[in-house]
C-alpha cells in the first residue's frame, strides 16, 4: 500500500508536482533575494519547515480522517507557556517536556471528548475550544513573557549534529513514523478509509469513532511536541505564541495535495507543503516585505489550493 | 429524548427558547447579587450598546449558519473596514465616501466567501478562514504609517447620534432586526435560506437555483459587518486593525445559544437576540467582576460547546 514510493501513482505524481514547484519557487526568490541562496539561510528554512512539519503533521492525518482541528495554533501558545514555566521552575528539559506533551495531549483528547462523545461537528468543536485554550493562555501569562532557558533545552530548537539543526532530525524521525502508521498499518488505513466515506467505513466494521477519537489526540500530542521545540527555538514563551501557526498549517497541509474533502494526502506532501510555505514567507522576510503580507499570502494560498482540489474533483 | 419532550407538550418553538432565556434570568440575577454596579443606568446602557454592534453581526451570521455554514472572516473584515473609513474619511473627508467604500469591501469579501463556497462547494469554514487571512493582513497593511485617529464629528454621529430620544446605533439595530425578520419570514429569499440548511438538494429539485441563493447570505453578512465597521470606527473615532479581532466567535456563540443549529438548519432570529443580550451579559458581567477578556473568551467558548453538546442529545 505504501503508494508514495510506487513510481507513476497518483501519490508520487502530487509529491512529484509540488517538489517541482518547490524548486520553480526557490528559483524565481533565489535569483531576486541575494542571501536566499546562503547555507545559512537554507538550513534556517529546513529548521522553520520542521517546526511546521510538527503541527502540520498531526493536522494531516485529522483531514485525511475528513475532519479538521482549528485548535493547534492555541495548543501550541498553552503548552509552550506551561512547560516553559516548569522549565523555568525545575530547571530539567524532560520535566518540560513531559509537560508540554501531558498539555497537547489533554487539550487532544478534549477535542476528541467533544467531537465523539457529545457529537459536536469536528470544526465548530475545535473552534470553540481554540478561544477556550487561547483564553487560558492568555489569563495565564497575563501580559508576561518567560525568557531565557537552559543550555540543554534551548538545544533541542537551535542546536546542530552534523551540520543538521536538531529540529530537521526530530521532523524526520516523526515524518517516518507517520508514514509507516498512515501507509502500513491497519489503523492507519483505517482512518484513510473513514475520511474517504464514514458510512461505508462503519458498515466494513471499522470503529469510526474510536480511530476519529485517535486522530485528534495524535494532532494534540503533535502540537504539544510542537510546542517544546518552539519554546527551545524562540528562547521564550508567550501566549501569542502560536496565533499565526493554524492558518500556516492548514496553509501547508492543503499545499501537499492532502484534500480538505478526507480521505487521501501523505505526510511526504505536506513536508513539502511546510518547506513551499516556508520558503515563500522566508523570502518575503528577505525582500523585506511587510510582515502584514504574511497573512494574506497564506489566506490566498489556502483559498487558492483548496479550489484547485475542488475544481479537480468537480472534473474527475 | 423526544418521549420527554412531546410530554411537555410545548411547540418546538417554544421549546427551544427557554434554554437559552433561563440562562440569561439567571446569569441577571448572579450578576445583579455579585457586582454592585451592575444595575446601574450607566451600566445597562453600555450592555445595550454592546449588544447592537454584535446583533449587527449576529444577524446575518444566523442565515449563515442556517444554511449550515459558517462565517470566520467576519470579525477581521468589521476591523478592516473601520481602518479603510478611517481612511477614506481623513484623506477625502466625506463620512458618505467612506460608508460607500466600506459597503464596498463588504460586498467584495462576501461575495468572494459566497462564490468559494456556493459555486465549488468548498467547505464554509476554509474559504472563510482563508478570507479572515487575507482581511486581518490587509487592515494591518493599511494601517502601517497611517494616522487613523480623530475622524471629526460626523464620523462620529453614527454612534453617539440620539434620534428621537433613542441612540441611533439602537434604531440600526432595530431596523436591521426587523429587515432579517422580514426577509425570513415574508419573502422567497426567506424559504430558500431555510430550505437550504434543511434540504438544498429540494430547492435545487424544486428548480431553484441554489448558488446566487447562497451567495447573497455571505454578500449580506459582508455588508453588515461593513455597517457595523462604521459604527465601530465612530465609536473608537478611529480606525484599528485588531479592532474586532475575534468578534466573529461572540457571534457565532449568540447564534448558537440562541438555538440555531449547524446541521438541520433550523433557528430563530427571537433565539439569536437572547442570544446576543447573553452573551453580552455574560462578558459585561465578568467584566465588572474583574475577570479579563480572556476568561470572557474561554468562557463563551465553554458555553458553545456546551449549548451544542445539549443540542446533539437530543
Not at chain 1, 149 to 167: C, D, K, L, W
Not at chain 2, 232 to 250: C, H, K, W, Y
Not at chain 2, 287 to 314: C, F, H, K, P
Request: hydrophobic share 55%; glycine share 12%; with cysteine.
Amino acid at each position: 500500500m505504501n503508494n508514495i514510493l510506487v513510481i507513476g501513482s497518483p501519490e508520487a505524481r502530487t509529491i512529484a508536482l509540488r517538489l517541482f514547484a518547490l524548486g520553480v519557487i526557490g528559483l524565481i526568490i533565489g535569483s531576486v533575494a541575494e542571501p536566499f541562496t546562503n547555507a545559512g539561510n537554507l538550513l534556517n528554512i529546513l529548521r522553520q519547515a520542521s517546526l511546521l512539519f510538527l503541527i502540520a503533521s498531526g493536522l494531516t492525518i485529522v483531514i485525511i480522517a475528513g475532519g479538521l482541528d482549528l485548535s493547534i495554533g492555541a495548543n501550541v501558545s498553552l503548552s509552550a507557556c506551561l512547560a516553559a514555566t516548569v522549565i523555568q521552575s525545575s530547571g530539567s528539559l524532560l520535566a518540560g517536556a513531559a509537560t508540554a506533551l501531558a498539555s497537547g495531549l489533554a487539550i487532544g483528547a478534549m477535542n476528541a471528548l467533544v467531537i465523539c462523545v457529545l457529537r459536536v461537528p469536528a470544526f465548530i468543536a475545535t473552534y470553540g475550544m481554540l478561544w477556550i485554550v487561547q483564553g487560558i493562555a492568555y489569563w495565564y501569562m497575563s501580559g508576561t513573557i518567560i525568557h531565557g532557558f537552559p543550555s540543554e533545552v534551548r538545544y533541542i530548537g537551535i542546536g546542530f549534529t552534523a551540520g543538521i539543526p536538531i529540529p530537521v532530525y526530530i521532523m524526520l524521525a516523526f515524518l517516518l513514523l507517520g508514514t509507516l502508521f498512515t501507509q502500513r498499518t491497519t489503523w492507519g488505513r483505517q482512518i484513510y478509509a473513514i475520511g474517504a466515506n464514514p458510512t461505508a467505513a462503519s458498515l466494513s466494521g471499522i470503529p469510526v469513532n474510536h480511530r476519529v477519537a485517535l486522530v485528534y489526540v495524535i494532532s494534540g500530542a503533535m502540537s504539544g511536541l510542537a510546542a517544546l521545540v518552539f519554546l527551545a527555538r524562540l528562547n521564550s514563551a508567550e501566549a501569542d505564541l502560536g496565533d499565526s501557526l493554524m492558518l500556516q498549517a492548514v496553509a501547508a497541509v492543503l499545499i501537499g495535495g492532502t484534500s480538505l474533502f478526507g480521505g487521501t494526502g501523505t505526510l511526504a506532501g505536506t513536508l513539502l507543503g511546510c518547506l513551499v510555505l516556508t520558503v515563500v514567507l522566508n523570502g518575503m522576510n528577505l525582500l523585506s516585505i511587510s510582515a502584514s503580507w504574511q497573512p494574506i499570502v497564506t489566506g490566498a494560498i489556502v483559498i487558492a489550493s483548496v479550489l484547485f482540489d475542488a475544481i479537480g474533483r468537480r472534473n474527475r | 429524548m423526544p418521549v420527554l419532550q412531546t410530554s411537555f407538550g410545548f411547540s418546538p418553538r417554544v421549546h427551544e427558547l427557554p434554554g437559552c432565556a433561563w440562562a440569561l434570568l439567571i446569569l441577571l440575577v448572579l450578576f445583579a447579587a455579585t457586582a454592585s454596579n451592575f444595575l446601574t443606568t450607566g451600566n445597562l446602557l453600555n450592555i445595550a450598546s454592546q449588544a447592537t454592534l454584535l446583533l449587527l453581526l449576529a444577524l446575518p451570521m444566523t442565515f449563515v449558519i442556517m444554511t449550515e455554514g459558517l462565517d470566520l472572516s467576519l470579525g477581521a473584515l468589521l476591523s478592516l473596514c473601520t481602518v479603510i473609513f478611517a481612511i477614506v474619511v481623513k484623506s477625502s473627508g466625506s463620512v458618505s465616501a467612506g460608508i460607500l467604500a466600506c459597503v464596498m469591501i463588504g460586498v467584495l469579501i462576501g461575495a468572494l466567501n459566497g462564490s468559494l463556497i456556493s459555486m465549488l462547494g468548498i467547505p464554509p469554514f476554509v474559504a472563510t478562514l482563508g478570507t479572515m487571512g487575507i482581511a486581518t493582513g490587509l487592515a494591518l497593511l493599511l494601517s502601517e504609517e497611517r494616522e487613523l485617529i480623530e475622524l471629526g464629528a460626523t464620523a462620529q454621529a453614527a454612534w453617539s447620534g440620539i434620534w428621537m430620544g433613542i441612540p441611533l446605533p439602537v434604531w440600526i439595530a432595530a431596523v436591521s432586526y426587523g429587515l432579517f425578520h422580514f426577509l425570513l419570514k415574508h419573502t422567497r429569499f426567506g424559504v430558500s435560506v431555510i430550505a437550504l440548511g434543511g434540504n438544498s438538494e429540494a430547492l435545487r429539485l424544486a428548480g431553484k437555483r441554489v448558488v446566487p441563493r447562497l451567495t447573497l447570505v455571505y454578500v449580506l453578512a459582508g455588508v453588515y459587518a461593513a455597517i457595523a465597521g462604521v459604527l465601530l470606527a465612530g465609536r473608537i473615532n478611529g480606525g484599528n486593525p485588531t479592532a474586532a479581532q475575534g468578534m466573529e466567535f461572540d457571534a457565532i456563540a449568540a447564534v448558537v445559544v440562541g438555538g440555531t443549529h449547524f446541521v438541520k438548519g433550523r433557528g430563530t432570529l427571537f433565539g439569536t437576540l437572547l442570544g446576543v443580550i447573553l452573551i453580552t451579559v455574560l462578558r459585561n458581567g465578568l467584566n465588572l467582576l474583574g475577570l479579563t477578556a480572556s476568561i470572557q473568551v474561554a468562557a463563551i467558548g465553554i458555553l458553545v460547546i456546551a449549548a451544542l453538546a445539549m443540542e446533539s442529545r437530543r
